[in-house]
């Protein structure tokens, strides 16, 4: 099947859509009706066919509209793409795994030539058609981490393995839960995730550090993680928030299953083999309550999650102003039922 | 446990009377994954019962993918593992060999590359150079053997007046001091070979005032023999032999025991095992413990450490 | 006033352990306002500190610079700001050898701009040591407007550059040498928290 591209908006009038066909292949990060914290990592990729987990990185309905909107971000803000001087070999070697994924996982939508270092890229739905010296920046139009992550929806951060710890070196950040590359970028595993709270406390980053600077060349693993966001948007940055800060106060009982919408960060893991650097996509999906109760395990689960969830949790991941008014709109999805284990909709 | 490789051995070249390189080539000519400067691979030696797997520095081009060359001293004390490469392993052979791992990777925002060598710890430097090349970042290289014999470096150097050569026997001397003087901001150091070595470059560059950031050293390991011990297995209750030639690690494997492991060089803390009960002395081969952790004798690291005493319990 | 104690915090925020000897090895001291009497206080435990040392004082109204030129540098110089001595730690720095050693002490705003240029240089973090004296002002950036705020001692406060009001995070970036700082009505564009002084 060839995919059919949503022409949409994640700002402005947000046109943005999930067709029925979307909807039912979300992540969806829940696989009980609570949430706690946990490292939750698997193997990637690997998953039923169809699902966003079935290819090295997932090409999706929106992925022409996103290109576009990043196109916009960067215009606004060119610090969103940021590689400190020593990062270029792993932006080399991420343009490579994503070069060679995509052409062999979508062939009818990308192609790659390889001629020694002579390589040629045709991306179709971005009608881009590039020859270039694989190894050699200045035949490229920009560097190569920035190349490829111009074609490649979700944000993605290169981290440096020194000193047994990872930092992050390099990145390409437009659609951030919240946190700014620009001040991030050459802070090391702890210090940029230092603002996350209780996960220090429980051992979570100690433990997923550990497990991170173990992975080895070949190996790649993902695991799902989650915020809540007012409308599709997907430039929700700090540099911005004075911008998109009151469209949160405008949640009403009437609006919220539209505009309030599930943000699902599918996030994956690769040892890059040229830098020994790690990269790290974090890929969005944006989903509104309405779209999620249309599978009514998820509908179920979502309330409980929500409805229980740690109060500090409800404040860090931006939504504790709402709270009350989501959980009200999700109860009507609740019959108290009990759900099936595992993340996927019931048949 | 890493993925592996089948592998078969096409170039057997002694370097020296003491160091042979092998070169290993996917049977079907299939590409290998390139790899980072300083990148070893775990090499399986199938030697009768036993089944050794020792670790050896990549010393080919790392984007070169047409094969990995290593090259290995023998070790005539060792346990083995060196003796097998030099006399069972011809032309032909095929062997199970890891992905590349990096435990010893340059720091590319040095300024400047200080490299120091001794002996068979030139291994690691020989990718490096090639990275160092393509990276087109300045460096210099001290290598330190005792002898020619010893030297297998000599002949897989480049010519440059970069790189420092001084053979002990010949009555030439690396002068650490010079070498550690003078160095630009933002220098940084490696150093690989024995023990003696990389503990005179940490002492002088502490003396000269070298802050440890910039100090990076990969010792050049393989576990030492020793005398046979017995361990025990606190949860299956199932008591191991550890033999003369064996390491811990090698005897768990050899019991089925499940352990995780990546170096086998007591570098990567891989496969720390928790001590149970202890009464004795652990002999602590490795890179990884703490003083402190190792005085307290609670944990372990198989595949460099042995025991001596009455009884020794894992957490296993 | 010894090195300021600072409350436990998150990860990202620097702590400073306070100045160590390290004999007569070549350095470079870098103090402001009451940060010179970190100073003093490493000559006194170790006269040899001064022996190779270049000494750089900016006092920000202080009065300890007739005491510092005492001391006996190898070469003292004293500044009228942070940003009239830059040229100065510029060349000192990028000239430097290895084994050079890197005493900052005073504010924040000081010691995160000279170290992040260390850094940026190559220096490892465990070659610079730091000692906090006097005011507890920060520096700020506003992540709106990328503008640094010096000295700021309230939460909110005011962006120099942008004017738009923001709280003080404990968020800080080694590679800019500053605290990170929010617009704190984003939401509810207006509605200001009362003005509070920070604390250590």
Not at chain 2, 85 to 91: A, D, G, I, L, R
Request: glycine content about 8%.
């Amino acid at each position: 099947m060839t995919l059919q591209f949503n022409d949409e908006t994640f700002r402005g009038d947000y046109s943005y859509f999930n067709t029925e066909h979307a909807i039912k292949r979300l992540p969806f990060p829940f696989d009980r009706d609570e949430y706690v914290y946990s490292v939750n990592i698997e193997a990637h990729p690997g998953g039923p066919k169809g699902s966003p987990f079935e290819f090295r990185f997932d090409v999706d309905e929106h992925y022409v509209s996103e290109m576009k909107d990043r196109a916009i971000t960067l215009d606004d803000d060119p610090l969103r793409c940021q590689s400190l001087p020593h990062m270029e070999l792993a932006g080399w070697d991420l343009l490579e795994i994503i070069m060679v994924s995509k052409a062999e996982d979508y062939t009818d939508l990308f192609t790659l030539h390889r001629d020694g270092n002579r390589w040629h890229w045709i991306n179709r739905p971005l009608g881009i058609e590039q020859r270039f010296t694989f190894l050699d920046p200045t035949t490229l139009p920009c560097g190569p981490m920035e190349y490829i992550t111009r074609q490649t929806q979700g944000d993605f951060a290169l981290l440096h393995e020194r000193d047994g710890n990872l930092w992050m070196d390099a990145g390409m950040v437009t659609s951030q839960a919240d946190w700014s590359l620009d001040f991030d970028i050459g802070m090391n595993f702890f210090e940029w995730h230092a603002p996350v709270p209780k996960a220090k406390q429980m051992g979570v980053f100690d433990k997923a550090l550990k497990f991170l600077l173990a992975m080895q060349q070949g190996q790649s693993y993902r695991r799902l993680n989650w915020t809540m966001t007012v409308n599709p948007r997907l430039d929700t940055s700090p540099e911005n928030y004075h911008k998109w800060g009151p469209e949160k106060r405008t949640i009403t009982p009437e609006n919220v299953g539209r505009k309030q919408h599930l943000r699902i960060e599918l996030q994956s893991f690769w040892r890059l083999p040229r830098s020994n650097a790690i990269a790290f996509p974090i890929r969005c999906y944006l989903a509104c309550l309405e779209d999620i109760c249309t599978q009514p395990k998820w509908g179920r689960r979502l309330h409980r999650v929500l409805r229980d969830i740690d109060p500090t949790l409800a404040e860090y991941k931006g939504f504790a102003v709402n709270q009350d008014m989501i959980v009200n709109y999700l109860s009507q999805f609740d019959d108290g039922a009990p759900t099936s284990p595992g993340i996927f909709p019931d048949a | 446990m890493s993925k592996q490789m089948m592998l078969e051995v096409t170039e057997v070249e002694p370097l020296t009377p003491l160091v042979t390189r092998f070169r290993f080539e996917h049977p079907e000519k299939a590409p290998l994954p390139i790899f980072s400067g300083g990148a070893h691979v775990v090499v399986e030696m199938p030697d009768g019962e036993m089944l050794r797997r020792n670790a050896y520095s990549l010393i080919s081009d790392p984007n070169d993918a047409s094969g990995y060359e290593i090259a290995v001293r023998r070790e005539e004390t060792g346990r083995g593992g060196s003796r097998y490469m030099h006399s069972e392993v011809t032309p032909g052979t095929r062997m199970r060999i890891s992905v590349p791992t990096n435990l010893f990777a340059l720091d590319p925002r040095a300024r400047k590359h200080v490299l120091i060598a001794g002996g068979i710890g030139i291994t690691p430097f020989l990718s490096h150079l090639r990275q160092l090349d393509l990276l087109q970042q300045p460096f210099e290289l001290h290598y330190a053997a005792r002898s020619r014999d010893e030297a297998a470096g000599l002949k897989l150097l480049p010519k440059s007046a970069r790189i420092h050569v001084q053979i002990s026997d010949e009555g030439n001397r690396m002068d650490l001091g010079e070498i550690l003087t003078d160095q630009p901001i933002g220098t940084h150091v490696y150093v690989c070979g024995p023990e003696g070595l990389i503990s005179a470059v940490l002492d002088a560059a502490a003396r000269h005032g070298w802050p440890k950031g910039a100090l990076h050293s990969e010792a050049f390991a393989s576990p030492p023999p020793g005398k046979p011990f017995t361990v025990t297995l606190a949860k299956s209750g199932r008591t191991i032999e550890v033999s003369a030639s064996q390491s811990l690690l090698e005897a768990l494997e050899a019991a089925k025991v499940e352990i995780d492991w990546s170096c086998r060089g007591g570098a990567c803390g891989r496969c720390e095992t928790k001590v149970a009960a202890c009464d004795g002395q652990i002999e602590h081969n490795d890179h990884w413990l703490s003083r402190d952790e190792r005085a307290e004798q609670k944990k372990i690291m198989p595949c460099m450490s042995r025991f001596t005493g009455a009884a020794l319990v894992l957490d296993l | 006033m010894p090195n300021t104690s600072f409350s436990p915090s998150i990860e990202s925020r620097p702590t400073y352990a306070g100045l160590v000897p390290q004999g007569s090895a070549p350095s470079i001291m870098i103090a402001d306002a009451e940060g010179a009497e970190a100073i003093m206080d490493l000559a006194e435990r170790d006269a040899a500190v001064l022996d190779q040392a270049h000494l750089i004082y900016i006092p920000k109204g202080a009065k300890f610079g007739s005491k510092l030129a005492e001391l006996g540098a190898k070469g003292y110089h004293e500044e009228a700001s942070l940003d009239a001595a830059m040229a100065l730690i510029n060349r000192l720095l990028g000239s430097a050898h290895m084994g050079t050693q890197l005493y900052l002490a005073g504010s924040e705003g000081m010691m995160g701009r000279v170290s992040a240029l260390a850094l940026s240089l190559g220096l490892p973090l465990d070659a610079i040591q730091m000692e906090h004296r006097g005011s507890i002002g920060r520096p700020m950036q506003c992540v709106h407007c990328k503008g640094v705020t010096q000295d700021v001692t309230t939460d909110p406060f005011t962006c120099s550059h942008c004017g738009l009001t923001l709280f003080v995070r404990d968020h800080f970036s080694r590679r800019l040498g500053v605290f990170q700082a929010v617009c704190v009505d984003a939401e509810t564009p207006g509605v200001v928290p009362e003005i509070q002084e920070i604390t250590a």
